[in-house]
């Protein structure tokens, strides 16, 4: 994930300019219309389709693909009456997860994590909802949304009987349960970073523990003001939100709650494993001076001995003695048994 | 403890489904029902039995142990007319403990903390309380409730005398109260690791700080929101809890209170440890690095000395000396005391 | 103080059960009665003298020590009516501190905690405070409140001319106030090991921080609910604290602050502490490190000089030299010289 | 940035003494007037002049560069009656952001950082808006309004056409914007810095990353309170802001949290950085002793060896074996290979 | 500044006494009397001319400097209705601030912080304010407050023709910003200690550092409380703050939170630079370590083969050999230029 990661204008640029950044993928647009009864779908809609849709009585998803288009997106924007404020926070993805009322619509963002290869990505998902439709507009591909098109296609369950706030439950539902998939796998990953630590401890670890922090941390940036975004959502006293439905969004809001636990849960046991690391680090350079300590402190009295009697003084009594040499190998002896009877006393072997 | 610990739906499942997760032990069903006067005990109960217990006068306590056949949890939620959003969190186990007022009845999710052999499990207790009825569903093998129902079978104390909001305290209390067993043994166990850390600190210790280190962080992940339910439960406005009740959930409330306070002064104590253990490793590598410097620095200018009375020059006046040899040990014996007294000064020694 | 320290039934036993634990000082019991012009006071009165006493007009202490009895402490409860829950919690001591308001009374937990020799003890002090009648229970020897008995038998200040609520803030003001002698020697100890860590940092500093440390964290958990139970004492809108009296309670309020202030205080000096301490050691590791430093890499290469002319080749040029022996001597002198140089201006020396 | 960066009065002196601080430049004064038809602007306007546009109906804009000539500022104080507490903060600068609605205006004060080479300084913007006027005083050079003044000038936008309420969001979204490119540099800056953390870690690691530590805090200092300005702002239930306004400022209090929030992240990176750094020289610190170890226990023994057979002593039988110096080396490559394996069975080769 | 601070009566003491702490400088009293037209100051004013002072119209301030003598502290208070309990904090210096509301004064405690040569120094001032006359208390030498007094005999700005909250307000206002003076001094004290930490760390830097996080601690438990004291005051809801003065103590609020932000951003810089310095003796143990290794590794092996040839063996052919002592230099040189190249490719040079 990018550290810094949001997009912004040059200070002093007028509100509401909308321009391009980066070019990723084509901007695709899908009209989605249902009632119980009938669905169809539309591929890259013309505005006046877009305008009719909205003044029938069919709930309309509006679902955008790819936001690099400024051109295709204001004039959606003028077409369903958007804030142009709003519109400027589509296409600068990297916002944070906010929700505001407006007039006629309210308008939400929202973070929807998943895994490229080893690399987490953060799609924006920004939503519209106003009397019967809804704008969807993802930053990425917009996979994510493939099951909801599909049970809407099929008319499997619910969904296709209940109202706009229905859709828009199942639309969050999946951007907050997207990051399940996501912490499972990270949480497979700090449990074998914790047997390596606690096993056999090397350098890789170290690179391995930080990039999972660094992670962890941009993903509750990114995750941390969704819980409010619900709780608001819920609060509102509008008309947005129905009796019957506080169940579902109470769910969510469970669920945002249960990835911040998480993400916080992670993150102190990160921490605590770096701690053991570094432990693991002491506990291992005690090994090594030890062994150094015990070989190098038998040792070099020993060769001072030697050394003595290796000196050429003429009158050196020792060496003429017939059983000197024997005899310095005997207070050898004796000197380095008591040297490591010392160290077995201090537990250094 | 699992770190992630949480069942879920890929994310776009419809909200409501229900399926099997693992295969624990059989779902034993047993039906309790009582006043006052009479008590009866129906073990695997037919629906119809659930219906007609339900319509009558009695106290009727449902029993469900091993929540991993969705079928007969299906059952008994359109027997009961139970939200299918909290028929879900009963089947994922894993879910944080929360409360949810649903229109007839309310939900209550609670973990029991227990432990088996030297692992703490998680048990998920889930009750649904309506009028004159009380549904438990435990993830594990509902031990925990034997003395409950052995109270009721024998009519012993208050518990048969009063309502279902009696109950459902009693059922509470039992959950909450479950963690003081566990904590005081951790307790004792935290006690047993501060007297090896700060007597013979060795490697063992750091696993065994991390091991309670993480145990403890999951376990505040597990019960630090069952304070905030109870606390929610007793502001509740309904009727759920009588007003005579309150002093009861107040109990438990500051029960679920000391919990917290518990395991956060554990986890204080903990990371207090690891800093004495760390101090106490950097003490011992002073030790061992004093001992390497003081034979190091005595006897290596020594070695020098008499390596330069090895060397063979033709032309060495000191060899030829009478006393020669006596002398270089007379330099040797001063400079070593002096080394001595150096280090004795400088507390070395 | 002990790391648990709790006093907790099975779970599943019904609530309200009375049970003996361990076996303290026997329980003693006083009446003491008293109003602005008279005074009487009754060792171990009966049941009938204590209903007696509820019943006229005076103001009654009933001051009970040790509450190692169930039988007599289950006697008063019944003689006052007062709650099992809350005669539970008076035996079972080791509770949060709380404030519960009953119908007829208010029930309070405080701890008093007080230096035995050289440790600290947590007293349990319970009281009931209902109109005209206030019932202590202290765990320990109640010796902290002899002066409050002794200024009821000689009528000494204000204390006999005022209600109830009077002696309440009496009792809470000794009980709050007997932090401040404790803290007193704690802060003393602390400056003490301060000058320590910073003039001669020894091992023993360790476990002494580390003893303070959970002195400190086991006084915090059992202070720190004080200050709330005596501002919901003085918010609560019964008539319990009487108008004049909040600037006395208010002034109770204070000194539960300042408590937790000096605690909060003292913790953050001893982290800092430790922080000094390990680097005091490293520093220590330092010096050490760099007097085997300069003596070894300053005789390592002259022991290798005086090595070489000490080969035994039969040709080798320069032991033949006239002054081959005072060369070798020079250059060493010279090698030397430069090395301590090189140290001087390393700053190692 | 500076550590205590702020301007006071010696304690004692009178409120609202006007003083000069340093001498930086001189104090430019702009009169910009204007309406959707009209727009003039005059340099250095006479007090007169600003008195005559504060009574027409044009939009007044007095726009003070430099805020070192307290002469200048009483007057203007003066003209448009601010309180003499607000004119003082105006020039003390390095005021925390805050807002006071005054009877008449509204005053605000805001930070707006920028980098000037490579070093973060902090110019205090300070707004007064009343009807229909709004004065902006920079204690810097006032270039970050350049294009609003521009926009004003060109009728570009939508600005002309508002009333001073849309000014005063422009100048306070200039401000708090002014912060992106600035995070957007340091979150560079920590990125690079990651890199060489993780991959070759130098002393000018500590430097930089305290560098960069200190300047995060000193800029949380000074930002964080402008989202509470900003909140209050919004909150005020005076006629300043305009409902349609709302969803604007709300837009510049989404701006100001994100700046807190990467603030925040970067804060985190950066001290999860330092102890990968310490770990990294723990993990170097291992290799070189490593190396020292394996190297002297295998030679230091070999010493010996060799040290023995050089003593002199007459009666050595091994010196006159024929193969004692075979048998010698033999030994010698033995103890080498032995102590090789050893040291690869532990790994440290 | 001392750790505990505080001067309490041991626990059991009846409220309200008044009893004689330490024997700093005599009480001295001062009473001030002034309208905007008349001015007045009595020295040792006697009790009648009290009660007379607090008759009229005039504006009073009784300055009272030294807090040592209980019996004209007491008079005092009488006098003036005091609290007994506001006139023991008056005695018992070292309280927490806070402000009490009493039926015809409100009781402020602050504490003023200054420097005496190295050391801070706390004088606590308490304040009464009621009608018409404000009595304070130092318990310190009373020095800040002589600009005021200066003020009002001179009849110098507003002072004199503004009613008693004004001079709260100028009071209160010197007591908080006397911090300014104190942490601009800190704040330089910082900076040469963080130039100090970052180029020539030595271990004078260790008890600098210990003393000013010390220092701060401690201040911050004497001044965090003054901004509630202050926002209580500005919320309270008698007449005792008039409106206009409403900006003022907004003002002084404002800076109560600057001293605090300074504070806290001061701590977080200390606690920075304890990691600084810790990693600078790292980086100096690794710097010293790599120096010991590479002579080490470098000259020890030389040694083992230079007394190889050292040895006496009878039959050691290569000392017969002609070129052998040149072979042998050879074979040193080449190991010797191998062992640096190594080391510099490992970057240890």
Redesign the interface.
């Known amino acids: 994930m990018e ?2 990661g ?1 997009r ?8 509401g300019t909308l321009s391009r950044h980066g070019d990723g993928g084509a901007t695709r647009i899908r009209l989605l219309e249902y009632s119980s009864e009938q669905f169809s779908e539309i591929l890259s809609p013309t505005p006046e389709q877009c305008r009719i849709a909205q003044q029938n009585d069919l709930i309309d998803w509006l679902d955008v693909t790819g936001v690099h288009d400024p051109t295709a997106i204001c004039e959606l924007g003028e077409t369903f009456g958007l ?1 142009p ?2 519109l400027e ?1 589509v296409l600068n993805s990297g ?2 997860p ?1 929700v ?1 009322f ?1 007039e006629k619509h309210a308008f939400l963002i929202l973070n929807l994590p998943h895994l490229i290869g080893e690399e987490i990505v953060l799609e924006q998902v920004s939503l519209f909802v106003g009397d019967g439709y809804l704008l969807s507009f993802c930053s990425g591909d917009g996979e ?5 098109r599909a ?1 809407l296609r099929q008319g ?4 296709r009987t209940r109202s706009v706030d229905y859709l828009l ?2 639309l969050i ?2 951007v907050i ?2 990051a ?2 996501l ?2 796998e990270l ?2 990953q ?2 074998d970073l ?1 047997d390596l630590v ?1 096993e056999k401890p090397d ?1 890789s670890v ?2 391995s ?2 990039q999972l ?2 992670d962890l ?2 993903l509750r ?1 990114a995750l941390w003001p969704q819980r409010e975004v619900i709780s608001r959502l819920i609060q509102h006293d509008a008309e947005l939100v129905d009796e019957t439905m506080r ?2 969004f ?2 969510c809001y ?1 669920h945002a ?2 990835v911040i ?2 993400i916080e ?2 993150r ?2 990160l921490s ?15 090994d ?6 015990v ?3 038998i ?6 001995i ?11 009594p ?8 024997y005899g ?1 190998w005997g207070i050898m002896i004796v000197l380095a048994t008591g040297m490591l009877v010392a160290f077995r006393w201090r537990k ?1 072997l």
């Open positions: 550290t810094f949001k912004y204008h040059p200070p002093g640029t007028p509100p804030h404020l709003a926070d916002q944070r906010k505001d407006h994510a949304f493939e099951p909801v049970r499997f369950g619910r969904i439950y199942v539902d999946v349960d997207s399940f998939p912490l499972e949480g497979e700090i449990e914790e606690l350098k170290v690179s523990l930080h922090k660094r941390l941009l940036r169940p579902y109470n769910d469970d709650v249960q636990d998480l849960t992670y102190e046991m605590g494993m770096l701690d053991i690391y570094l432990s693991s680090l002491s506990n291992r350079m005690n090594i001076m030890r062994v150094l300590t070989i190098a402190t040792f070099i009295p020993l060769t001072f030697v050394g003595v009697y290796g000196m050429n003084f003429k009158n050196m020792e060496l003429e003695w017939h059983y000197g040499y310095v250094w």
